[in-house]
């Protein structure tokens, strides 16, 4: 089946995709497991925080799967957010509001105990900004977070995995904390990406069974491979 995917570059990267036909097919495997999380909180609608927008995602992802969510997307470049709403429109009454603002400025404006739901998915150069993964940003987050409430970051690193294991002992502060990553990234073969998911952390965070070819640590594990406690 042909599919209606409109594909956002920049800095020479691939940054999102969005299938304009079906929102809910998500095109790369770790917004696929950022999905999978998603889909494993409490039904309902969920107040939603997204810290980076690009094509705005997973933004259409909750607005699709979960109807009457309220989310918030904080996407810095005003030309992004401009040639979204020419070239991929978010759909009519979505409940999706982009605000032109840093991750860092936007976050700072959010009523404490306001979001059910965090997720970092913010690039610069390739990389995510250290400043959002930064203990004064975490702190932030936790902040923003509603009693329960689940950070995700989507972090892209490779052995032996500095940025990853700030960042656990980071996100410990927040909760409970779970890891997943691709078998070739854990390797070595090449960098790539790992979700953390910390602070509600559902049962089966990725799925029951968890997808073939995806590695989950949780509890012992992660700090047995990624330090941090």
Do not use: W
């Not at 997307?73 to 070239?87: F, G």
């Not at 009519?92 to 991750?103: A, E, F, K, L, T």
């Not at 409430?149 to 779970?178: H, I, K, M, Q, S």
């Not at 953390?196 to 509890?219: A, I, M």
Request: with cysteine.
């Amino acid at each position: 089946m042909s599919r209606d995917l409109f594909v956002l570059t920049l800095d020479d990267m691939q940054q999102s995709a969005v299938d304009l036909d079906d929102p809910t097919h998500l095109a790369f495997a770790y917004m696929r497991r950022i999905g999978d999380v998603l889909d494993a909180l409490p039904p309902g609608p969920l107040r939603v925080l997204h810290v980076g927008g690009a094509a705005m995602t997973l933004p259409r992802y909750v607005a699709a799967t979960r109807p009457r969510s309220g989310q918030i997307v904080l996407e810095p470049s005003q030309e992004v957010i401009d040639l979204v709403r020419a070239e991929a429109p978010l759909p009519p009454r979505s409940g999706i509001r982009v605000r032109p603002v840093d991750g860092q400025t936007g976050v700072a404006a959010v009523r404490d105990g306001s979001q059910d739901v965090v997720i970092l998915d913010a690039f610069e150069g390739g990389v995510v900004p250290e400043a959002l993964t930064s203990a004064a940003f975490v702190e932030e987050v936790r902040r923003v977070l509603a009693p329960g409430g689940t950070f995700l970051a989507n972090l892209v690193d490779e052995p032996p995995f500095r940025r990853v294991r700030a960042f656990v002992a980071l996100a410990r502060g927040v909760g409970a904390v779970a890891v997943g990553a691709e078998p070739a990234t854990l390797k070595g073969r090449r960098s790539g990406n790992l979700v953390v998911v910390c602070g509600g952390v559902p049962p089966e965070p990725f799925g029951r069974p968890s997808p073939l070819e995806y590695r989950v640590f949780r509890g012992r594990a992660v700090a047995d491979s990624f330090g941090g406690g």
